[in-house]
């Protein structure tokens, strides 16, 4: 016979590793989270987003191109519903701009690839006509989804005024053209 001081640790130990056990309030002194989505997003008429680009890796725009798609999928499921649902654009300010230009479409084909798809599906992209210049960039070395604007940041300050919200989640801080990450990229050495 197993005596009552045996199976108590037996039965504590069976019941924590199949979870039964509840956890302790100093594991947990705020409670469980809980998805909710927004009860009022089909009752906006329209999410307007401009969209800041400036990453010191230009293989790191897959990331932002990555967060746009989460964006207009999100907007797709919650809404707001409708034709024009929502505006964005993108502007691209970056050392990342080295992937729009078209002499390195063989190196950055896939990101190219989707942002073009995502210009097919209404979205603007911008490029920063400062930055492309001080790394020898014209408007014609560009893809021709993209528009090419007199500046980035005034860009950004223009898409706000025009009730754009900024969405920063792409950007990283100021950031030099030309790194390590990029210098094979650039056309004015």
Known sequence: MISETR?????VLSLTITGSVPAQAA??????????PYSDSDSLKEL??????NFVDPKALGIGLGNLNSLLRTTTEIGPRGNDAI??????HGPEI???????YAKYKDLVDRAASFANRGVRFEVCGSAAAAIGLTPEDFHGFITVVPNGPYALAYWQSKGYTLNAVGAT????????LNKDDIRKK
Do not use: E
């Open 173 to 180: 801080m100021p950031t030099r053209l030309r790194s390590d």
């Open 87 to 92: 505006k964005v654009v993108v502007v691209s």
């Open 98 to 104: 080295v992937v729009f230009d078209k002499q390195n």
């Open 27 to 36: 594991d947990a002194p705020y409670g469980t989270a809980k998805f909710a």
């Open 7 to 11: 199976i108590l640790p037996i039965i």
């Open 48 to 53: 307007k987003v401009v969209w800041d680009f």
